[in-house]
């Protein structure tokens, strides 16, 4: 069975600095998808970046990034310019690349964007 | 473009009574998938629906069950309220296909078993 680990409970970072978030992941498959998640206090899961196993080249969108080393099972969340709005729960996710849709997240991380 | 919308956003039962949740799926979406998320966890795979019929089922008792309608509504039913069920159930729409990857998540239902 698929397993994702997100070994830090909480991040605060300054505003306008970068923090990184780490995940790992445990799979026999060669082909899925990796995501990254935002809960802000609305409840409401919004993705923010995902990552196909099969590409080599780290995914970016805006002043997000990821680190992903394959070998490693490792799938580490870059925030950039850090914004107060930015502040929420993030998750980590696996998805096999076929059959159930089915999405294994990790615990979460908690981010604090201090002003 | 019409999103993910889930009813009701709270409420409260007492264990051994069942509730039922509804979602209406995104615009063009085929599957839905429904989520627990214990607070202060990540969210766990229940089943999901494509095509009237579920397709994949996390570990949850039989008590947990759903329907999805022809419009790609769906419903959670449980039944025999514990509670540990308490927790926020997440919907979320896709269209199945094997490229396909994101799931469109609800704002979600806030279940309360006393």
């Known amino acids: 069975a698929q397993t994702v680990t997100q070994s830090q409970p909480e991040m605060s970072v300054q505003e306008a600095e970068t923090v990184t978030l780490s995940c790992t992941y445990d799979?026999?498959?060669?082909?899925?998808?990796l995501f990254w998640y935002k809960q802000p206090p609305s409840r409401q899961m919004i993705l923010v970046i995902r990552?196909?196993?099969?590409?080599?080249q780290n995914a970016t969108e805006n002043r997000f990034s990821v680190n992903f080393q394959k070998a490693a099972k490792s799938f580490s969340l870059k925030i950039s310019d850090s914004q107060l709005g930015d502040a929420a729960m993030y998750f980590c996710a696996y998805k096999p690349f076929q059959g159930a849709q089915k999405l294994v997240f990790g615990q979460g991380t908690r981010l604090t964007i201090n002003p | 473009e019409t999103g993910v919308t889930q009813s009701p956003t709270h409420l409260i039962k007492t264990r051994g009574q069942q509730v039922t949740l509804r979602c209406s799926s995104q615009s063009g979406h085929n599957t839905v998938s429904w989520y627990q998320q214990a607070l202060g966890q990540g969210p766990q795979f229940i089943f999901q629906y494509y095509r009237e019929e579920e397709n994949g089922r996390g570990n949850f008792p039989p008590r947990f069950s759903g329907l999805q309608f022809p419009n790609y509504s769906s419903e959670l039913n449980v039944n025999a309220l514990e509670l540990d069920d308490s927790a926020l159930y997440l919907c979320?729409?896709?269209?199945?296909?094997?490229?396909?990857?994101?799931?469109?998540f609800g704002p979600g239902t806030r279940l309360t078993v006393t």
């Open positions: 799979t026999s498959e060669s082909d899925y998808y």
């Open positions: 979320a729409s896709s269209l199945f296909s094997a490229s396909s990857y994101e799931q469109y």
């Open positions: 990552q196909e196993a099969y590409k080599q």
